[in-house]
């Protein structure tokens, strides 16, 4: 492949960031995306919001002279490749592709023959050929498959995740037809060890969901075992661990405060949404899955109130501190966490609450949260601590052994002011 080929990246997130930025490394031309203009000021000063991309790293892009971040999509203009990773978000429980058609629409105008166009956000199957390609076809001029390429390779990014990352994850690519399919191919064998080629888009899809749908079963399973175990008297952590030790037959998953981000709380709603569209069924797993998870905020609520009552203190005007407010360790990614939830119960109970968290941007702070340090004397003027993230710049040990009861979601901390999820 000739270097120095222009790629547009439609969103700069935790998805699009580290996409930009292995292909800079490779020797693209990378114009970054962002309709978002606090996050697209930050990397145009060289200061990263996305975890697993250092400052150094986009600096020396910037640098480089091979990438831009931008809002404007006048910068596409003759682009060789583009990859949209937009969100795609519920509203009201109903799959919102707003952002996928607006990207498409946008991009449809700088499309020439020759270019490929793939799709790397979460969607139902079906999204790339029934509404990306008639989009792009219809602002362009052009026929997919004929005149430009097109596809659909789910993203795979574990934020946070130091073994597996962008370029060591296994890719799967797909495309409309054979052609376009080698294109995607070529494409992503520049920037990946290992691409997966699948027959078709809807297969691809499908992929996604699969994936992330396994892992929210799964997890509503233990975190249902742990609200159980709890009114058993059981340590459902102790029994996780020792399950664990089986080297076949079981896959460890661990409960927690509830699930978050841009995968879990939506991608196995898109798949029980197609099916009810589609086959007029319900997908019982999903749905029983969904009502679990989308309460364990609630779960955590009632279990820090009963500590408080236990110390003889109302939540009405107590204050609660909150240790970690993004869905996953060692990220700032505040999108669908539990925390936000578990804030909007807590302000309605006249709760005063405060969190603790270096990783989540100002511009995505919850509104009526204090922010503060992790520190003893934040400790010890809180009437509550609740860990929900276990992010590795807390000091954790600070927990232990204080006055402060402390309700840990992560089985972290120990002592006997501590009891576990």
């Known amino acids: 492949m000739a270097r120095h080929q222009k790629l547009v990246v439609v969103g700069q997130g935790y998805v699009g960031l580290p996409v930009a930025m292995r292909a800079v490394e490779v020797g693209f031309d990378v114009v970054g995306i962002d309709l978002d203009r606090p996050r697209v000021a930050s990397l145009s000063d060289g200061i990263s919001y996305v975890d697993d991309i250092s400052d150094d790293t986009l600096r020396s892009a910037l640098d480089s002279g091979q990438y831009q971040a931008t809002t404007d999509y006048e910068d596409a203009g003759g682009f060789d490749f583009a990859v949209i990773t937009v969100p795609t978000p519920l509203r009201e429980s109903l799959p919102d592709l707003s952002f996928i058609e607006s990207a498409a629409e946008s991009l449809s ?55 597996w990352g962008f370029v060591e994850t296994p890719k799967v690519v797909s495309g409309v037809n054979s052609a376009s399919l080698a294109a995607v191919k070529r494409f992503y064998d520049e920037l990946i060890d290992e691409t997966i080629p699948v027959s078709a888009p809807k297969e691809a899809e499908l992929t996604k969901l699969l994936e992330n749908t396994f892992r929210h079963v799964n997890i509503a399973l233990v975190n249902e075992l742990a609200i159980f175990a709890h009114q058993l008297g059981v340590n459902v952590w102790e029994s996780i661990e020792a399950a664990g030790s089986k080297p076949f037959g079981f896959m460890k998953f661990t409960p927690g405060p509830g699930v978050g981000g841009h995968c879990l709380p939506v991608d196995p709603s898109y798949l029980s949404w197609q099916v009810r569209r589609k086959l007029g069924q ?48 060692n990220t700032g990614d505040i999108r669908e966490s539990p925390s936000l939830r578990l804030i909007e ?30 520190d003893r004397a934040t400790i010890i003027r809180s009437d509550i601590v609740v860990l929900l993230a276990d992010h590795d710049d807390f000091d954790l040990s600070l927990l232990e052994g204080m006055s402060t009861p402390v309700l840990d979601t992560k089985n972290r901390v120990s002592g006997h002011n501590v009891e576990w999820l």
């Open 282 to 329: 319900n997908f019982r797993f999903v749905e029983l899955a969904n009502d679990v998870n989308d309460h364990m905020p609630d779960y955590v609520s009632r279990r820090l109130t009963s500590m408080l009552n236990g110390e003889k203190k109302p939540l009405h005007g107590s204050r609660v501190l909150l240790v970690g407010l993004a869905y996953k360790k």
């Open 109 to 163: 105008h700088h499309l020439r023959r020759g270019a490929t166009v793939v799709l790397e956000s979460t969607t139902y199957p079906g999204t790339t050929e029934e509404l990306l390609v008639p989009i792009l076809e219809q602002g362009s001029g052009l026929k997919g498959g004929t005149d430009f390429y097109i596809g659909y390779s789910p993203e795979r990014i574990d934020p946070g995740n130091k073994t």
């Open 345 to 374: 119960l807590l302000l309605e109970s006249s709760a005063i609450v405060s969190a603790a968290d270096a990783h989540v941007e100002d511009h995505r702070w919850p509104t009526g949260v204090e922010r503060v340090e992790l």
